[in-house]
């Protein structure tokens, strides 16, 4: 997307939304100082903001009887973000606050194979039922985020999705939108659905409010499929035709078919579908990788070797990620992750033998902070980022 340049003001109030939003300053001294604005520029730019409802006076400002306050809050509560993490075959969905806090949230086990109107719908309609649980209308939706598992162009189509043949070439905003603002479309077009690739939005989630804010990291989903979220200096990096970080099918050098219909690909011997299939044959009844990670918290043999023989399989591919990007952390999230120690250990194990010494040597290997929220949060975010943004800001407000 090309950005109007010309139209962002310099100085302007998108530069302070940002200091104040990510919480770096609060007061106007410390905005004055890390924006490198004159003072009145700074005045005139918060009440402009103050205007807008974007920010509120915070602390003790309110009540300095007539002076200007003093100290300013991102204005969180002045409406809602929707968060959508529709995975391989569990979806996520939540309701927050304008920073991305989960408010209300709810899961179900969803095929994504049963195609776009299976899963959009039931997307939508937990939507409202969230909405009205927090007390909110749809009027208080000022953007919706949702992540999928498979590649997206940049107005969010899916693009020859793998594992989803029904979705190819369609658009996630407009069918989303189309639901969400039945019979009120005049409202909905205001507000923007952002899509992304599910490791992708889980990678958002981790770095912006999970704590991992690493220049150069890579987070791995590993549930019923396996992907790779990458973080290259700073930003998540999509690649081409946004396929990036497609781990779970690069080939492993095995015969095995995958449910792409090639063969030998890393999920076809590691990901949680094939540990089912193991599972199922020898007499086991399971059927989410929830339900694997279970089993191996409980620390039934035969699942615990099958998990530690996965991570130890994923450890591989990911030595070999290691070697090219040299990232320094290797965050490990999904269902199967649930799974913990016998899963980090078979990758920890092979990462730290196989990848070479110099990009290893401070490498961390650790699960996500958010757990199972990262990809709903992360949704969240992508949207926040979207309409927070500075230059939109500056260029709306001045
Ligand atoms: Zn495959």
Known sequence: MVKKRAAVPRAGAGTLLTLIRTGRASTRADLVRLSGFARSTVAQRLDALLEAGLIVPAGDAGSTGGRPPETFAFNRHAGVLLGADIGGSHTRVAVTDLAAD????TEADLD???????VLSWVTEAFARLLARVGREISDVRGVGVGVPGPVDGTGRLVSP????DWDGVSVPERVSRALFKGAEEMGEDVPVVVDRDVNIMALGEQKAGGHDHADMVVVKIGIGIGAGLIVGGEIYRGAQGA????GHLRRGTDEPCRCDNRGCLEATAGGWAIRRRLVELGYDVRTSQDIARLARRGDHETVRLVRQAGRLIGEALADVVGLFNPSHIIVGGNLAEAREPLLAGIREVVYERAQVLASRDLQIVPTTLGHRAGTIGAA??????????????????
């Open 102 to 105: 989960v408010l209300a949230e």
């Open 381 to 398: 975010l992508l949207v926040h980022e979207r309409l927070y943004d500075a230059d939109r800001i500056s260029a709306a407000l001045g």
């Open 244 to 247: 990036a970080g497609d781990l």
């Open 162 to 165: 793998p594992i989803m043949p």
């Open 112 to 118: 994504v194979a049963d195609g776009p109107d299976a």
